[in-house]
């Protein structure tokens, strides 16, 4: 054992100390603990370890109030209190920004806090004969879980009549479950094998939709999820975002950058079900929303019929492909990619044509810089609003705006940015 004491946290949550000139990364440990460790793997230029005993704790330290964290995968941070979490997040969002694309600090705004338990409205779990659950950390071998303290308690009522489904059904494989916001339709999907007439039996009344290998057995193809006053279909495959109580302050700040931009028309790239266009179309003229997933676009088309919306359109197509209608008229583009950031032909298509506002929602902080530091040749970034949608975890949301830095683009904008920015804190 070597004793070391731990700087600071690393982007994934993990303490980094220096032992023997090298970069050591110890697992569920925080800034200024002194602590024994183990090495449990060695490389060329760093060490992993983990800890066997603790010689001075953090004041950030706490008891994990979950029984499975010693080995589930699914949060790195329970160890840590949710006022040391949103400090670490913090940090990372200001040092990948500072470092990668050396934004100015002053910009970035606090991080918006959540309810740290019961946010999620989707869970995936594994399934082993008559075990329901995940996997260990770095593993392939299940952990039984009854409950799970991220999960809206409607998800945890499902998986445990899932538990007592599969007590005589030992061939299923996986399920998806998920949970619509304010509407509380639920939705199970199963894949393996089982009795389907056995399966609708048990989970008739008890669910809304319920799928058996994304075959529909009883309920609609989707369920539906409320945001402000707007409703949204959530299919099986669909991509909503999974925090009930963040999820409407996420699209807020958003809303509230479009309305004191004053922007008049909109082009929503990566456009998904089209929650982010929907949801601004009462304040601008016209949104153009673009989407490479049919089911998805489909999901849109239909959104947008369902909550009366005319001044919206949807696009079928790669985003990249789909930039020839990003034109001058357009003076708000409003991104919200995967975790792969931006390509380079949007990137440069953005360059080119420089609409005078970019609203970048972005879900991977290294991406986000990577792409900033490619679109300062033509914009300034003026706000950074961090936002905590996935608690206990290293992972974080965040939303930038950029302006173009031509002078015309700023006067024919007509917003005023101290203004804007005073409005998203």
Known sequence: MKQVTIEKQDHFGRGIAHLDQKIMFVERALPKETCQIEIVQSKKNYQLAQIVKLETSSIE???????????????????????????????????????YAQIDPKVIQPILASNPIRYRNKVTLHIEKDKIGYYEAKSHRLIEVSDCLLLDAQLVEVMQLLQEFIKDHHELKSAMIKVGRKTK????????????????????????TLLYNHKILFGRPYITSQVFNQTFEITEESFFQVNNDMIERLYQVVIELVQSLRSQEVLDL????????????????????????????????????RNHISNVSFIEGQVEKSLSILTKQIDTVI????????????????????????????????????????????????????????????????????????????????????KTIEKCR
């Not at 339709?185 to 809304?208: C, I, P, S």
């Not at 982010?276 to 999901?299: D, H, N």
């Not at 300062?376 to 949608?389: A, C, G, H, T």
């Open 61 to 99: 330290r706490c008891e994990s109030i979950c029984p499975y964290y010693s080995k589930c995968g699914g949060c790195e941070l329970l160890h840590q209190t949710y006022s040391g979490q949103l400090r670490f997040k913090n940090q990372k969002i200001e040092e990948i920004l500072t470092k």
């Open 185 to 208: 339709e639920v939705m199970l999907a199963v894949t393996g094998k089982t009795n389907r007439d056995h399966l609708k039996q048990f989970f008739q009344n008890k669910v809304t």
């Open 270 to 305: 990566y456009c998904g079900t089209g929650t982010i266009g929907l949801l601004v179309s009462p304040f601008v003229q016209k949104v153009i929303g673009v989407e490479i997933v049919q089911e998805a676009v489909a999901s849109a088309k239909r959104n947008k019929k």
């Open 335 to 418: 991104v919200d990619p995967p975790r792969s950031g931006l390509d380079s032909f949007t990137v440069q298509k953005l360059l080119e044509v420089r609409p005078q506002n970019v609203i970048y929602v972005s879900c991977d902080p290294m991406t986000l810089a990577r792409d900033l530091n490619k679109l300062q040749k033509e914009y300034d970034v003026n706000l950074v609003r961090p936002v905590d949608m996935f608690p206990n975890t290293h992972h974080v949301e965040s939303i930038v705006l950029l302006s173009c830095k031509s002078s015309d683009s700023v006067i024919n904008g007509k917003w005023n940015l101290e």
